[in-house]
């Protein structure tokens, strides 16, 4: 799968950009790289997907006395259904005209009658 294609006339568009450590080796467009917290990642391609959850606002304290606000949503996706490289933990996705980091990906089979697979994405806000 190379490029978008669109499978649902009513699908929100996200945008799938892959995470590279420098030990990696980083092939594509120099304008579709991107560099966070010393990490590359490379744009992708876009896929069709819906959402699974509410978008889930709050604040958290990871450690005494510093709070921080933090959003999270699941989305699921049928595109990646029979494809080896697919969105994993620590990637990122544009979503909803906002950055979000995965912070787990999980594929899901159902039989209908013959194999279906899903693929959710639990999804962490990127703060600007």
Not at 48 to 59: A, L, V, Y
Not at 62 to 87: M, R, W
């Amino acid at each position: 799968m190379t490029g978008y294609v669109q499978r649902y006339p009513f699908s929100p568009k996200a945008v799938w950009w892959k995470r590279f450590t420098e030990e990696d080796q980083v092939t594509g467009n120099a304008n579709e790289v991107m560099k966070l917290e010393r990490n590359n990642y490379l744009r992708m391609f876009a896929f069709d997907c819906t959402r699974e959850t509410d978008q889930q606002d709050g604040i958290h304290q990871p450690i005494t006395g510093l709070f921080v606000e933090s959003s999270y949503l699941t989305v699921k996706t049928q595109n990646f259904a029979y494809l080896d490289n697919a969105p994993k933990q620590d990637d990122i996705v544009f979503f909803d005209n906002r950055y979000w980091m995965i912070a787990e990906a999980t594929m899901t089979t159902s039989y209908e009658p013959r194999a279906k697979k899903t693929l959710h994405l639990a999804l962490k806000a990127i703060k600007r």
